[in-house]
């Protein structure tokens, strides 16, 4: 199903961020910008009825629930609500499930996906201050606290705030390749590798450090992702013994790194295979893994997927 038409599904009250990060990303026209149009529906139960938000201000939906019938994606953005969800919202989502379509959620919309009965035996996610209650109240749900968004199936979900971004940009570059994904989020001024992928692909998000000691460090590293890195040549430029550096490097970015430079290495790979026409062996050279063998390697083990098969999921449209 191609990703044409969302609707996003209001419970009052709303949480104001997290579907102003659904209307970022699915609602604003970029079509100037090579982004594919989409039909942008807000919802609620009684679109005659103001909805309250958790920032004092009232709005209004512009549809019914009728509207979501036959839209290629559901989002449920957060809301107090979202943990004991009527029947009608509930049924919404299990009819999206069933027909195929996407169903998203945005931090605790997570619990109205759960109600509806449609996590049960999934990988999910949610806000971290919520994951042990979400486990707890849906035992059948597979619930995983440590990644940015989950996607099994066609159900997504995504912890809390921010990382709706990271999930919906996902499921942009899943339906209409890197470039588009690329396009919405430099126009939203955030980065778009904060990814995990599809079910076979989640990861936790490569970490990133802004700490003065080690910052220069891993930006050199980005720079050179085709140089082979040894603990301590990087500590020496670090101007570090070898053993402070390995130690910090883990308390400052939460890996080793040779972990780290080996997720930069799947990341870039993953863009130039969505966005050039290199072979497979050139691809290897020049994020460095040296070979063909050892890059199908990582990047199987990293996404679940072959290079060639990846390639031929998620090429960016000409």
């Not at 009684?46 to 839209?71: I, K, Q, Y």
């Not at 619930?143 to 921010?162: E, F, M």
């Not at 919906?168 to 904060?194: F, Y």
Request: glycine content about 6%.
């Amino acid at each position: 199903m191609t990703l044409r038409s969302v609707a996003v599904v209001l419970q009052d009250p709303v949480a104001l961020f997290e579907f102003g990060v659904l209307s970022e990303v699915f609602g604003m026209d970029r079509t100037d910008d090579g982004v594919p149009p989409f039909d942008f529906r807000v919802c609620a139960e009684d679109p005659r009825t103001p909805l309250t938000t958790d920032v004092g201000v009232s709005l209004t939906a512009t549809h019914g629930l009728e509207a979501t019938a036959d839209v290629d994606l559901v989002a449920i953005p957060a809301s107090p609500t979202a943990y004991t969800p009527s029947e009608a919202v509930k049924q919404v989502v299990r009819d999206a499930v069933d027909r195929g379509a996407h169903v998203l959620s945005v931090c605790s919309g997570a619990f109205t996906l759960a109600a509806a009965g449609v996590l049960d035996g999934r990988e999910c996610t949610t806000h971290w201050m919520h994951t042990d209650r979400l486990a707890a109240d849906y035992p059948l749900a597979r619930v995983n606290p440590d990644v940015l968004y989950a996607h099994d199936g066609n159900v997504i979900t995504s912890a809390g705030t921010a990382a709706g971004i990271d999930a919906c940009l996902h499921l942009v570059r899943s339906e209409h390749g890197g470039a588009v994904a690329n396009r919405i989020a430099r126009r939203m001024v955030v980065s778009p590798h904060r990814d995990g992928g599809q079910r076979q692909f989640i990861d936790r998000p490569v970490p990133v450090t802004e700490a003065d000691s080690l910052g220069p460090v891993l930006q050199w590293m980005l720079e050179h992702l085709d140089e082979a890195h040894t603990v301590s040549a990087l500590a020496r430029r670090a101007s570090m013994s070898s053993r402070t550096f390995a130690r910090r490097f883990v308390s400052e970015t939460g890996t080793t790194p040779h972990q780290w430079v080996t997720d930069q290495r799947v990341l870039r790979a993953r863009e130039l295979l969505e966005e050039t026409d290199l072979s497979i062996e050139q691809i290897a050279g020049d994020v460095g893994f040296g070979s063909a063998a050892l890059l199908r390697h990582h990047f199987s083990q990293c996404t679940g997927l072959t290079p060639t098969v990846f390639r031929t999921r998620h090429r960016s449209p000409a």
